[in-house]
């Protein structure tokens, strides 16, 4: 959640390769504000969608999207209740009560509540707590014209954690600093936070005319407040004094505080016609129009503990606070951005037999920027008109199995992601062409044993052809970087016995920066294991009880995405985490 300095925004994940950060979803629509999705107590499931997907999902969309659907009110009585509690002072508990409020008119309400308090085992006074409640209700369940209303609130209070010292002498593999203690806190206690506050409100309508004709539509407006003063201490080499368990202060530990707000409204509309016999030839067409607002300030204050006062600092022995005088504190960055993005789109299946079925897809964006640099006085503009599609292929060799090809494109203005992760815009950034990319993949999927067991399988290839980089001074950015991902994916799931449950997944990537400046050309994407695997198992015993084990793997994988070079910190073009089995 947190980048350089504990400048990163918000969650931070990758998609066969490429980042994902801004594709996340909630009920079909894309959440882009800046935050950590901390606790699931409101979600019913999450879907994720692999591939370029942009004629779906607008701008990005790169290698895919994650959409979480939200719960909501069932024409049916329940009261669910959970306490849980376990080591390093965990306590958990959570509501899920539905009531029926009137089951001729189909109106029923739903309240979700949480409250979560806990600490990092083996990490001294690391803590994570947070409360939220998630209050909906439903008019017209049952009818042709559905209306659900709903609001989430979540407060977060937490200590941020960078972990321990890395050894700045190995840029090779992320390896402790020897003599650093697993438990000790190399932030500062009484400076460093992690706070935010969630406000979400949700209105979704759903009409049928008729068994061919629907009208979807959702609008939402989210509100997020988030404060944070992250101390991020990496020793470099030049600090370390290893015979005297030492290491240079004047570089960090450093309390710098930071102030984030954003603010989304979005509304979609979907008119969907279906013609045709389902037993026979029949075509489904979607029609859709989205419309999103996401405002953004943010600003960074400068450090208000002066360098000469932190001195040499014990790697053994850290004290993890700092009580010695302060400086006054002045933003040092502020800005504000304001993203708009008008979309239509189609998307039509054609089912021509039992055998074969065709899919198309378009969609196209006109992306409007505004960002304010509050501390230089700069003010800069730009519009962008996004244009992505997509076509595929099934084949159903019989009712157990499918084969299916797709091409698909996504564009997305480079300055998508530098504002949304660090709210911030280099050199030249604002006025570059929107990058490019495009997806092959070919899959399979069957339903075996009388549909006891579910098997896919997938290979792919995404290229971006025109990826941001920076000219070869590093002092402006231009977009003629090239990057690839190619992978395998494979998943099983399926009931062994009535009571025993599996499933496992495989994925190999194989990933490489073809070209650019500020990258580490031939070398494989940042964060990105070659191998990966995971396994979960539950058993489901008498009375009601359920147990579940898994394990998962993952393979070496770079930390960043610098070129080689001579840093004070170490080369970081080579550095890498080891593969671990958990």
Do not use: C
């Not at 389902?278 to 953004?296: M, V």
């Not at 998508?416 to 006025?431: K, N, T, V």
Request: overall charge positive; hydrophobic content about 35%.
């Amino acid at each position: 959640a947190a980048g350089e300095g504990g400048g990163g925004l918000g969650d931070n994940l990758s998609m066969r390769g490429f980042q994902s950060r801004n594709n996340i979803y909630v009920d079909g629509i894309r959440d882009a504000t800046q935050m950590v999705r901390s606790d699931d107590f409101n979600l019913d499931h999450i879907e994720v969608i692999r591939g370029s997907d942009a004629s779906y999902s607008g701008a990005g969309a790169v290698a895919g999207v994650i959409n979480m659907s939200s719960k909501r009110p069932a024409l049916t009585n329940f009261n669910h209740v959970s306490l849980g509690g376990g080591t390093a002072a965990n306590r958990r508990a959570t509501i899920d009560v539905n009531r029926v409020l009137s089951q001729k008119h189909g109106i029923a309400a739903r309240l979700n509540a949480m409250g979560n308090f806990n600490n990092i085992a083996g990490r001294a006074t690391v803590f994570n707590h947070r409360w939220g409640f998630a209050p909906s209700i439903t008019f017209g369940l049952g009818t042709p014209t559905r209306v659900n209303l709903s609001y989430l609130y979540e407060k977060d209070h937490n200590l941020p954690d960078f972990g321990i010292l890395r050894d700045p002498r190995n840029d090779v593999r992320v390896r402790a600093l020897p003599g650093s203690r697993w438990n000790g806190y190399y932030g500062l206690r009484n400076f460093d936070r992690d706070d935010a506050r969630i406000n979400t409100v949700t209105l979704k309508i759903d009409h049928d005319f008729n068994s061919q004709l629907q009208l979807r539509n959702i609008s939402r407006f989210s509100d997020v407040n988030r404060r944070t003063g992250a101390t991020a201490t990496t020793p470099r080499l030049i600090d370390l004094d290893l015979a005297a368990g030492t290491y240079d202060g004047s570089f960090g530990p450093s309390a710098f505080r930071r102030a984030y707000s954003t603010q989304q409204v979005e509304n979609q509309t979907d008119l969907i016609w279906s013609h045709g016999d389902k037993t026979g030839p029949h075509n489904t067409l979607d029609i859709g129009l989205d419309f999103s607002r996401l405002k953004y300030a943010g600003a960074q204050f400068s450090n208000i503990i002066p360098a000469s006062e932190l001195g040499q600092l014990s790697i053994s022995h850290p004290e993890g606070r700092y009580d010695g005088p302060v400086m006054a504190s002045y933003p040092i960055r502020n800005t504000r951005s304001q993203q708009v993005d008008k979309g239509v789109y189609l998307i039509d299946t054609l089912v021509i037999d039992s055998h074969w079925q065709l899919t198309g897809a378009a969609r196209y964006d006109s992306w409007d920027l505004q960002y304010e640099d509050l501390v230089a006085g700069s003010r800069q503009t730009k519009t962008d008109g996004l244009f992505s599609w997509k076509l595929g292929a099934t084949w159903k060799p019989s009712r157990a199995g499918a084969v299916y090809l797709s091409y698909s494109t996504a564009r997305q203005p480079p300055s998508f992601d530098a504002i949304a992760s660090y709210g911030l815009l280099g050199r030249g950034q604002l006025s570059l062409a929107p990058e490019t990319a495009e997806t092959w993949e070919l899959g399979s999927k069957w339903e075996l044993f009388q549909q006891r067991l579910a098997l896919t399988a997938a290979v792919y290839q995404t290229a971006m052809t025109n990826a941001m980089t920076t000219d070869a001074f590093g002092n402006s950015f231009n977009t003629s970087g090239h990057q690839r991902a190619r992978g395998l994916e494979l998943t099983a799931a399926g009931r062994i016995t009535d009571f025993w449950q599996i499933m496992a997944t495989y994925a190999y990537i194989d990933s490489k920066y073809q070209s650019g400046n500020d990258v580490p050309v031939g070398r494989a994407l940042f964060n990105t294991p070659r191998n990966s695997a995971t396994v979960w198992n539950t058993w489901t015993l008498p009375g009601n009880w359920t147990i579940g084990y898994g394990a998962q793997y993952v393979s070496t994988r770079f930390v960043s995405s610098r070129p080689a070079g001579n840093l004070l910190d170490g080369d970081l073009s080579r550095l890498a985490l080891s593969g671990h089995f958990v």
